[in-house]
């Protein structure tokens, strides 16, 4: 006996086909969605991997930055201390010549002739002090000059005193340079005497605004004596 099928199976194989299509569609997006999520996670993670390396290198960059300042700081306070062993070294190594230097001075000085006033800056000495008369001081030139340790005698200023606690006495200002015997070789007897005639040619301002020559007036009293 022949059998029909009376029920709809188009619409059965329709909702089927539908159903397989939502399966496929919810597994897709499923799928999709897990993708998203594991790239999200990805990123995620990456940045804060990124980050954290960051904050290791600020902190390491802040770690030298402390060195380096610290370093800047040891060579600071290292050629300060080079610079204060120089000057020990210098101060030690001229300790002798210092006190030779002041032996002549002692030595050149003629009697009626007195420093106030020394001043030494590197190898220049200024020095200021009072004699009796303008005879003295041309004595003490030629004994600056003559010396072995002391060159250049340059007379600026002499001046009469007539009151207070230098009467009757002549204050005068000059400087001379510190020499080592034998630095600059043998010094010419004629370098020294031309040296001398010039200091001695010098004008000399005396009381009243004059100006006087302590050579000449040395000259003149000699002739006087004679």
Request: no cysteine; aromatic share 4%; glycine share 10%.
């Amino acid at each position: 006996m022949a059998r029909i099928n009376l029920l709809p199976w188009r619409e059965q194989l329709r909702e089927e086909r539908r159903q397989r299509f939502l399966v496929a569609l919810g597994t897709v997006l499923l799928v999709a969605g897990g993708l998203v999520f594991l790239g999200d996670q990805y990123l995620n993670a990456s940045i804060d991997a990124q980050r954290a390396r960051n904050d290791f290198i600020r902190k390491e960059i802040a770690v030298l930055d402390a060195r380096i300042k610290e370093i800047s700081e040891l060579k600071t306070r290292r050629q300060q201390l080079l610079e204060r062993m120089k000057i020990i070294q210098d101060l030690q190594g001229n300790r002798p010549i210092i006190g030779r230097v002041f032996d002549q001075l002692v030595r050149t000085l003629p009697d009626g002739v007195y420093f106030t006033s020394l001043k030494m800056t590197g190898k220049n000495i200024a020095i200021e002090g009072a004699a009796e008369s303008n005879n003295r001081v041309s004595s003490l030139m030629r004994n600056l000059d003559g010396s072995e340790w002391l060159e250049a005698p340059n007379l600026t200023a002499v001046k009469a005193v007539t009151a207070g606690a230098l009467d009757q006495a002549n204050v005068f200002q000059l400087t001379v340079q510190q020499v080592q015997p034998g630095e600059d070789g043998d010094k010419g007897e004629g370098a020294k005497k031309e040296g001398a005639k010039k200091e001695g040619g010098a004008g000399l301002p005396v009381a009243g605004g004059a100006t006087q020559s302590v050579r000449d007036d040395a000259q003149k009293k000699g002739g006087k004596r004679k």
